[in-house]
């Protein structure tokens, strides 16, 4: 959504409300609505819902403090200790932080929504009046409580485990939430909030304080997005922006960029001289890294969306043992050290070990949750997914558990489907030893790949060795009492290559024999200059390989779109980013054009796309073909070992 206006949230006024939001804290009173003391009554009773309708023991109003609340867990967690808990301090801080800016809020919405001016007046009011009156006073509260959360969640998700799956299994959720009025609202909140931390199966440790903090005001957030249909007088809250000076804080309308935020990840610096062979990978990684850097943050796109150059997912495959993790840590790299440089936010988001749930539906939602981060406009993202044959593997595989499924369909949708939203920020990657195990609906989402075939001659190899070595050489010049080759400099071979037709072989036909029969069939009657060659070769491969569709043809037609964009982004943009990378969209798009342009002069359109029909068709065999093989070859290998052990038997 867009919005208008830009309205600064002052430190200095936040420093006048603060006593008023520690007030809160120190004590609030609240009554407890019929519907919140009847919930759960027949369960039994460690209930946690029936431990919360009996939180005001019997009387009609019940006086809560959550400072006091903390300090008994302090007591209790650790009675031994001067100090409060730093996650505890923490806690009770950011609680305080968003009731400031939650009544900073409120106050903002009072005047500008004219609710200042119905409040002064409020004993006058018509029945009409007092309808807006009650309307907006409903919307001022529901605001505050929303912008009070969002600021909790903000201050606290760095400091609160990455996996709250057992602390949601425990909270019961919010018995009742009222937008009477903010004061109410503020009662009703913090009234349950301490009830919860006050249980003894809810609180554990120090750091549960922090968990389950996240866990309440996230449900909060939820309470009030079921209710915001029912609120009127929105305008002055969806038409403009608050942002914190002297910070990246900022509430725009209802928008929860928290529902899908992520930590990056650390990892290993690598960089790609250290990685031998694997020339088409490195130089798709390095094309991936330059794409991405040109994602403009003010239009929230690509330019090389546009141009048909921005793969949002892409795959590479080869045995193990080849690089990939090591060029998963190169990519980071890569992109880390520019946006350092460039002064760009960015996330390396790669998926957990841990997704598949054993609770039904948990995979999914583990997946979700690791899926929003990546609709973040305002960061460059890169999320791999190593060994990515474990957690996307054929569903029609027998024994394929459900929680795989799960996850398959989300990422479904999130590639491309109702959900898929791309800015041209993020990229998934997919790294795999076994590509014939990957869910074919997957497979047709990648709209790139290569392959990770790792040291590939002698060049390679003796480079490998070199990286080695001259470690060991540096520490004592004299211990390698080894020649140096005559005819050839060290990590030459590993020179980045200037475009693909430097890497790949001129590819005229298939390897694959049933592509290469069909390529020979449909070649017979059409040359391949002609479009029609095309329409009947998709049309011969679809009766081979059921599963080939519009997607597939679709991803050739990336293929050589990345081709015709296949060029260096000029070495003086990066030195200066004034130049290229601070421009705004509609300039970056035009220099790019330029580039492009330039680029095509040099290219044989229908070559091109012979090469890139050639080389997807014969991947697309290969995966086919692959699984089959290897049980062929296991199945020889076991008859060759019972035959072996006869012979020997009978000896």
């Known amino acids: 959504m867009e919005h208008n206006s830009t309205f600064p949230i002052k430190k200095s006024e936040l420093d006048v409300l603060r006593d008023e939001a520690s007030s809160y804290l120190k004590s609030v009173s609240w009554e407890q609505g019929a519907r919140a003391k009847n919930k759960d009554k027949d369960a039994k009773d460690d209930s946690i819902l029936l431990y919360l309708s009996k939180a005001n023991n019997g009387s009609s109003v019940s006086i809560t403090s959550v400072s006091k609340t903390i300090l008994a867990l302090k007591k209790r967690l650790l009675p031994d200790s001067i100090a409060i808990p730093l996650f505890l301090n923490q806690t009770l801080f950011a609680v305080q932080e968003g009731l400031t800016l939650g009544i900073w809020i409120k106050d903002s919405y009072y005047d500008a929504s004219g609710l200042s001016s119905l409040n002064e007046r409020k004993s006058a009011l018509d029945a009409s009046g007092r309808r807006e009156y009650e309307s907006k006073m409903q919307t001022a509260s529901a605001f505050m409580l929303f912008a009070s959360a969002y600021k909790i969640l903000h201050l606290l998700k760095p400091h609160a485990s990455d996996d709250l799956s057992v602390m949601k299994q425990k909270f019961a959720g919010i018995p009742e939430v009222s937008l009477m009025t903010p004061l109410k609202g503020i009662s009703c909140a913090l009234f349950y909030y301490d009830k919860y931390l006050a249980h003894p199966d809810i609180i554990k440790s120090d750091k549960d304080v922090a968990d389950f903090t996240v866990v309440y005001f996230e449900a909060l957030i939820d309470e009030i997005n079921l209710r915001r249909s029912s609120l009127e007088y929105t305008e002055t809250i969806v038409d403009r922006t608050y942002k914190l000076e002297k910070s990246d804080f900022a509430i725009s309308g209802w928008e929860n960029t928290f529902q899908g935020t992520a930590k990056s990840v650390e990892f290993n610096k690598i960089q790609f001289e250290q990685i031998v062979g694997n020339r088409d990978a490195k130089h798709f990684a390095r094309r991936l890294t330059e794409r991405m850097l040109s994602y403009d943050f003010e239009a929230k796109k690509n330019p090389f969306q546009e141009l048909g150059g921005f793969m949002p997912v892409f795959m590479g495959y080869g045995i193990p043992g080849t690089g990939k993790s090591m060029l998963i840590a190169a990519i980071a790299t890569r992109l880390k050290e520019h ?111 290569f392959k990770i075939d790792g040291a590939r001659n002698e060049h390679d190899f003796i480079d490998q060795d070199h990286l080695w070595w ?139 796309r012979r090469q890139e029909v050639v080389r997807y068709l014969d991947n697309v065999a290969t995966i086919a073909d692959t699984d089959f093989k290897r049980k062929v070859d296991a199945r020889i290998n076991q008859l060759n070992i019972e035959t072996a052990a006869r012979e020997q038997f009978g000896k």
């Not at 474990?390 to 989300?410: F, P, Y």
């Not at 694959?512 to 070769?537: C, G, I, P, W």
């Not at 964009?565 to 200066?576: G, I, K, V």
């Not at 969209?585 to 095509?600: C, I, S, V, W």
Request: include cysteine.
């Open 470 to 608: 001259r470690k060991l050489d540096k520490t004592m010049p004299s211990f390698v009492n080894m020649s140096n080759p005559n005819d050839y400099k060290y990590l030459d071979a590993q020179q980045v290559a200037k475009n693909l037709g430097e890497i790949l072989d001129k590819v005229d036909k298939p390897t694959e024999q049933r592509v290469l029969d069909t390529f020979n069939k449909v070649e017979s009657k059409y040359k391949d200059t002609e479009h029609m060659f095309y329409a009947h070769l998709y049309t011969e491969i679809q009766k081979i390989f059921p599963f080939f569709s519009s997607r597939d043809v679709r991803n050739i037609q990336k293929a050589v779109s990345l081709r015709l964009t296949d060029f260096d982004l000029e070495p003086d943009w990066f030195d200066n980013p004034e130049i290229y990378f601070k421009k705004d969209y509609d300039t970056k798009f035009g220099m790019l054009q330029e580039l492009m342009r330039a680029n095509m002069k040099g290219l044989d359109f229908s070559d091109i």
């Open 339 to 449: 946006c350092d440089h460039l002064d760009i936010p960015f996330l390396f988001h790669p998926m957990p070990d841990t997704l598949i749930s054993t609770f039904q539906g948990g995979s999914a939602e583990k997946m979700v949750d690791w899926m929003k981060p990546l609709q973040d406009p305002n960061k460059l993202i890169f999320a791999p997914i190593d060994d990515a044959e474990n957690n996307l593997q054929e569903r029609t595989t027998q024994g394929v558990s459900a929680g795989v499924k799960e996850v398959i369909g989300v990422f479904l949708r999130y590639t491309e489907g109702a959900y898929a939203v791309n800015y041209g920020n993020s990229s998934i990657g997919l790294f795999t030893n076994l590509p014939e195990m990957l869910d074919k609906a997957v497979i047709s989402r990648v709209q790139g790949r």
